[in-house]
């Protein structure tokens, strides 16, 4: 059974830095392109980041570039969102959402259960 469990989520300043993790298993975490999503309050789903299964190559948002980092531990099945200089407009619960193939194509094919993330002095 595919599992992704988000973690590292809460309250935060403007300002200040969180990171997300996401633990993976039930599949083979490295041969597969992973994603964050987020939705904020009252908004649709908005993408946010993306990296392919060996973790050279990422992609961001235009909201977020030089504020976040993803990354992956394949040894450790584990995802992560560093997010730096955050600001109330980053509030939202963040989703962790799995590719079907080793590049970011295609829709997802499971998601996580979410970490809510409040920007907010």
């Known amino acids: 059974e595919v599992q992704l469990v988000e973690s590292g989520g809460g309250l935060v300043q403007p300002g200040g830095s969180l990171r997300l993790s996401c633990a993976a298993s039930?599949?083979?975490?490295?041969?597969?392109?992973m994603s964050w999503v987020r939705q904020a309050p009252g908004k649709g789903l908005e993408w946010v980041s993306v990296?392919?299964?060996?973790?050279?190559?990422?992609s961001y948002t235009d909201s977020v570039k030089g504020r976040f980092t993803i990354s992956r531990d394949n040894s450790k099945n584990t995802l992560y969102l560093q997010m730096n200089s955050l600001k109330p407009e980053d509030t939202a619960v963040y989703y962790c959402a799995k590719f079907p193939g080793k590049s970011w194509s295609g829709s997802y094919d499971y998601w996580g259960q979410g970490t809510q993330v409040t920007v907010s002095s």
């Open positions: 990296i392919n299964s060996g973790g050279g190559s990422t």
């Open positions: 039930g599949f083979i975490f490295g041969s597969y392109a």
